[in-house]
Nanobody, 126 residues
C-alpha cells in the first residue's frame, strides 16, 4: 500500500502552465500504475492521465497534446505538466495508484485505483 500526497496547485491565467506533483512512499512503488484525476465543482471525478512503471502513458482526450505525465521511480514521484490551460481545467487534482495492473487494458477510472492523495487545487482564470 502506498501513501500519496499532491503538491503544486495554484492559480494561473488561461493559456498558462502549471505543474502538479504526486509524491509516494511505501513498498513496491514500481509495481503501481499511477493516475491523475480531477473533479471540478459540481462534476464527477474524471481520469486525466496515467503512467505505469515502465513509463507507458495514457491520456484523456480532453488533455491530450496539452498535458504530459512523467515518472521518476528513484524519487517515487509522478508529475503532471499542464500547458495551454483552459478555464474548464479548473478542478481539484488527485493522484492515485493501482497495483499490478495492465495500463493498456484498464480505464483511467476512479474505481480502478486506490491509495488516493488528498488533492491539490488548480484554478484557471480568464
Amino acid at each position: 500500500q502506498l501513501q500519496l500526497a499532491e503538491s503544486g496547485g495554484g492559480s494561473v491565467q488561461a493559456g498558462g502552465s502549471l505543474t502538479v506533483i504526486c509524491s509516494a512512499s511505501g513498498y513496491r512503488y514500481n509495481d503501481y500504475v499511477v493516475g491523475w484525476f480531477r473533479q471540478g465543482r459540481g462534476m464527477f471525478r474524471e481520469g486525466v492521465a496515467a503512467i505505469n512503471g515502465d513509463g507507458d502513458t495514457k491520456y484523456a482526450g480532453s488533455v491530450k497534446g496539452r498535458f504530459t505525465i512523467s515518472r521518476d521511480n528513484a524519487k517515487k514521484t509522478v508529475t503532471l505538466q499542464m500547458n495551454s490551460l483552459k478555464i474548464e481545467d479548473t478542478a481539484d487534482y488527485y493522484c492515485a495508484a493501482a497495483r499490478n495492473r495492465r495500463l493498456r487494458e484498464m480505464n483511467i477510472a476512479p474505481g480502478e485505483f486506490g491509495s488516493w492523495g488528498r488533492g491539490t487545487q488548480v484554478t484557471v482564470s480568464s
